[in-house]
């Protein structure tokens, strides 16, 4: 649905030059919930707004829905972005417009007759829950509103993509997760496919399919969002976790441990999670163990575990017991 | 009264007078408000281009605009003569008035313009172009309704200022209020006649100007 090829944007001239994406290539598959997550100046805002051309690559190809945006002329271009929406972190509504105009604003733009623009914009009212502040100001409305009227706005026009520049980092965390549980009932019921940028993790782990860390100017890992998650390769993306996690998962891999033990991290996905698998194996092989740290959450709808343990026997006895519940499907890792 | 006798004062004449003030001022300010309005928007979309020739547009209606506005009013009515005749046919009285007027207000207001529009958020024009809306439509669509209650005070401003010039073309003959101070006043020491005018200038432009606030209230969202 989107394809960037080989995108450089540099910014500045001669001595002043700061490359804000260095030959980045990504690709977006329709229909799904893709993430991009990286610390302040890697590049998000950059890389996102080369989606649509709001800035437009010094060099490279935007295919957005097998168009290259890059080779646009003017008017074709406005065209285009008409299948683009786009939400940004402060909004951007207009002041002087009530919430009603305020959807109705891209429609009117294309020239939409009035009749059809009432009929939208109702629909659209509905569909983010402001029924009952259609002729308020935005000055009138909380944060989570403005983003609701935000989304009615760029969907107004019926877009192929929604395009998410950091649309929740101005939101308390209640109000976040009602914004982004708007954004995945929409990608449901609309099939439309969504790029949202973030720099945190709980909002990837929330809505999204596929996952890319980007780090100055280039994507360092990339993939689905339990891949990325459960087993992270890169060292930003492993921070990114970390942080997630907290400080107590670093407080149990310093136990103290002998010669013999094991201080290991297993990760139980899906179904799995729920399972007895850890006790029935110790009781079949006869390790002992020891619980130092445990989390159970969900990516997107799948739940999953990790349970850092410390098995203690001897070396065959912890040996036999990590080939079982690996054989059991939990993935596991030798901590020490 | 401090040696002061208004029964010698002619109402009438001061009623004429009055009607002439406004009439200058409702004319030059319309056709104010119909050259400054684009001009401040052409400065605006200018200024903000990156290409080096419209920067360089930018550059000389910059000074032009500068000129207009360090010239004295007086010298620029008196400059102005052979452009006012051309246009109005004379270079005195109500309508001679309007034309330099205007030339004088125009550049201020524009300027004015170009700053309320300065203030609209950057954020909010890009989301417009990131809908597809076109240079104009952002123009007519975005920009100057969001800029609105800039826009109103400084219109008000402007008019405010016109009631000053109107009364400074008072002294080449100009007709209106300002005049009136000048003959009497001035020339006759009929201190009566100035202080009566003087007064009847800042009675107008406290209307104006309570007008004005009325206005951009309303039309605040923020
Ligand atoms: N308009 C600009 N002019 C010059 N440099 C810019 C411009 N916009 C961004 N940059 C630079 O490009 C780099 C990437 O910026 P970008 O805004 O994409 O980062 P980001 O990942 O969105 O950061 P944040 O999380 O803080 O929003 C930074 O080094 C920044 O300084
Ligand atoms: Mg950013």
Same mark, same amino acid.
């Given at each position: 649905?989107? =394809?960037?090829?080989?995108?450089?944007?540099?910014?500045?001239?001669?001595?002043?030059?700061?490359?804000?994406?260095?030959?980045?290539?990504?690709? %977006?598959? @329709?229909?799904?919930?893709?993430?991009?997550?990286?610390?302040?100046?890697?590049? @998000?805002?950059?890389?996102?707004?080369?989606?649509?051309?709001? =800035?437009?690559?010094?060099?490279?190809?935007?295919?957005?829905?097998?168009?290259?945006?890059? @080779?646009?002329?003017?008017?074709?271009?406005?065209?285009?972005?008409?299948?683009?929406?786009?939400?940004?972190?402060?909004?951007?509504?207009?002041?002087?417009?009530?919430?009603?105009?305020?959807?109705?604003?891209?429609?009117?733009?294309?020239?939409?007759?009035?009749?059809?623009?009432?009929?939208?914009?109702? =629909?659209?009212?509905?569909?983010?829950?402001?029924?009952?502040?259609?002729?308020?100001?935005?000055?009138?409305?909380?944060?989570?509103?403005?983003?609701?009227?935000?989304?009615?706005?760029?969907?107004?026009?019926?877009?192929?993509?929604?395009?998410?520049?950091?649309?929740?980092?101005?939101?308390?965390?209640?109000?976040?997760?009602?914004?982004?549980?708007?954004?995945?009932?929409?990608?449901?019921?609309?099939?439309?496919?969504? %790029?949202?940028?973030?720099?945190?993790?709980?909002?990837?782990?929330?809505?999204?399919?596929?996952?890319?860390?980007?780090?100055?100017?280039?994507?360092? =890992?990339?993939?689905?969002?339990?891949?990325?998650?459960?087993?992270?390769?890169?060292?930003?993306?492993?921070?990114?976790?970390?942080?997630?996690?907290?400080?107590?998962?670093?407080?149990?891999?310093?136990?103290?441990?002998?010669?013999?033990?094991?201080?290991?991290?297993?990760?139980?996905?899906?179904? @799995?999670?729920?399972?007895?698998?850890?006790?029935?194996?110790?009781?079949?092989?006869?390790?002992?163990?020891?619980?130092?740290?445990?989390?159970?959450?969900?990516?997107?709808?799948?739940?999953?575990?990790?349970?850092? %343990?410390?098995?203690?026997?001897?070396?065959?006895?912890?040996?036999?017991?990590?080939?079982?519940?690996?054989?059991?499907?939990?993935?596991?890792?030798?901590?020490? | 009264?401090?040696?002061?006798?208004?029964?010698?004062?002619?109402? +009438?004449?001061?009623?004429?007078?009055?009607?002439?003030?406004?009439?200058?001022?409702?004319?030059?300010?319309?056709?104010?408000?119909?050259?400054?309005?684009?001009?401040?928007?052409?400065?605006?979309?200018?200024?903000?281009?990156?290409?080096?020739?419209?920067?360089?547009?930018? +550059?000389?209606?910059?000074?032009?605009? +500068?000129?207009?506005?360090?010239?004295?009013?007086?010298?620029?009515?008196?400059?102005?003569?052979?452009?006012?005749?051309?246009?109005?046919?004379?270079?005195?009285?109500?309508?001679?008035?309007?034309?330099?007027?205007?030339?004088?207000?125009?550049?201020?207001?524009?300027?004015?313009?170009?700053?309320?529009?300065?203030?609209?958020?950057?954020?909010?024009?890009?989301?417009?172009?990131?809908?597809?809306?076109?240079?104009?439509?952002?123009?007519?669509?975005?920009?100057?309704?969001?800029?609105?209650?800039?826009?109103?005070?400084?219109?008000?401003?402007?008019?405010?200022?016109?009631?000053?010039?109107?009364?400074?073309?008072?002294?080449?003959?100009?007709?209106?209020?300002?005049?009136?101070?000048?003959?009497?006043?001035?020339?006759?020491?009929?201190?009566?006649?100035?202080?009566?005018?003087?007064?009847?200038?800042?009675?107008?432009?406290?209307?104006?100007?309570?007008?004005?606030?009325?206005?951009?209230?309303?039309?605040?969202?923020?």
């Amino acid at each position: 649905m989107i =394809e960037l090829k080989q995108v450089t944007k540099k910014y500045g001239k001669g001595a002043k030059t700061t490359e804000a994406l260095s030959g980045l290539d990504l690709t %977006v598959h @329709k229909g799904e919930i893709f993430g991009v997550i990286g610390h302040s100046g890697a590049g @998000k805002s950059t890389l996102i707004r080369c989606m649509n051309l709001l =800035e437009r690559p010094t060099s490279g190809e935007v295919w957005v829905d097998g168009v290259d945006l890059t @080779k646009l002329g003017k008017q074709q271009l406005q065209t285009q972005r008409r299948k683009i929406g786009m939400i940004f972190q402060h909004f951007n509504l207009l002041s002087s417009a009530t919430v009603y105009d305020n959807i109705a604003f891209p429609l009117r733009l294309a020239h939409v007759d009035k009749t059809a623009v009432a009929a939208k914009v109702d =629909e659209l009212l509905q569909l983010v829950g402001l029924e009952a502040h259609r002729d308020k100001y935005p000055a009138q409305l909380s944060g989570g509103q403005k983003q609701r009227v935000g989304i009615a706005r760029a969907l107004a026009s019926d877009p192929q993509v929604l395009l998410c520049d950091e649309a929740t980092s101005a939101l308390d965390p209640q109000t976040t997760d009602s914004i982004l549980k708007l954004l995945l009932d929409i990608n449901r019921k609309l099939h439309l496919t969504i %790029v949202l940028i973030t720099h945190e993790m709980h909002v990837i782990q929330s809505i999204c399919d596929r996952v890319a860390v980007i780090h100055q100017g280039g994507i360092v =890992e990339e993939g689905t969002v339990t891949d990325v998650f459960l087993k992270p390769k890169h060292p930003v993306t492993r921070e990114f976790i970390q942080g997630q996690a907290g400080e107590s998962a670093q407080l149990a891999l310093q136990a103290p441990h002998d010669g013999s033990s094991r201080i290991c991290k297993l990760t139980f996905l899906g179904e @799995k999670t729920y399972d007895s698998i850890l006790s029935r194996t110790a009781r079949e092989t006869g390790v002992d163990f020891a619980i130092l740290q445990g989390t159970i959450s969900k990516i997107k709808d799948i739940p999953y575990g990790q349970l850092i %343990v410390r098995l203690e026997g001897d070396a065959e006895t912890i040996e036999k017991t990590i080939q079982r519940v690996t054989a059991e499907g939990l993935d596991v890792e030798v901590m020490n | 009264m401090w040696g002061l006798d208004f029964s010698v004062l002619d109402w +009438n004449e001061i009623g004429v007078a009055s009607l002439d003030t406004l009439k200058m001022l409702v004319a030059s300010a319309v056709f104010t408000f119909i050259l400054g309005l684009p001009l401040g928007v052409l400065l605006y979309q200018c200024s903000r281009s990156s290409s080096g020739w419209v920067r360089a547009v930018y +550059n000389i209606l910059s000074v032009i605009v +500068n000129i207009l506005r360090s010239v004295p009013f007086i010298i620029l009515i008196v400059a102005l003569i052979p452009f006012t005749v051309s246009i109005v046919g004379v270079s005195y009285g109500v309508l001679g008035t309007i034309p330099p007027l205007v030339i004088g207000a125009a550049p201020f207001f524009a300027r004015l313009v170009e700053t309320s529009l300065r203030e609209v958020d950057r954020g909010v024009l890009e989301a417009a172009q990131s809908m597809g809306a076109s240079t104009w439509q952002i123009i007519l669509k975005v920009l100057l309704p969001e800029a609105r209650p800039g826009l109103l005070a400084g219109l008000t401003i402007t008019v405010v200022t016109l009631v000053s010039y109107t009364a400074m073309s008072g002294m080449v003959g100009g007709g209106g209020l300002g005049d009136l101070a000048i003959r009497y006043g001035y020339y006759r020491y009929q201190k009566e006649v100035m202080i009566i005018s003087v007064l009847a200038m800042i009675v107008l432009v406290q209307l104006l100007q309570m007008a004005g606030d009325r206005l951009v209230r309303h039309f605040t969202r923020k």
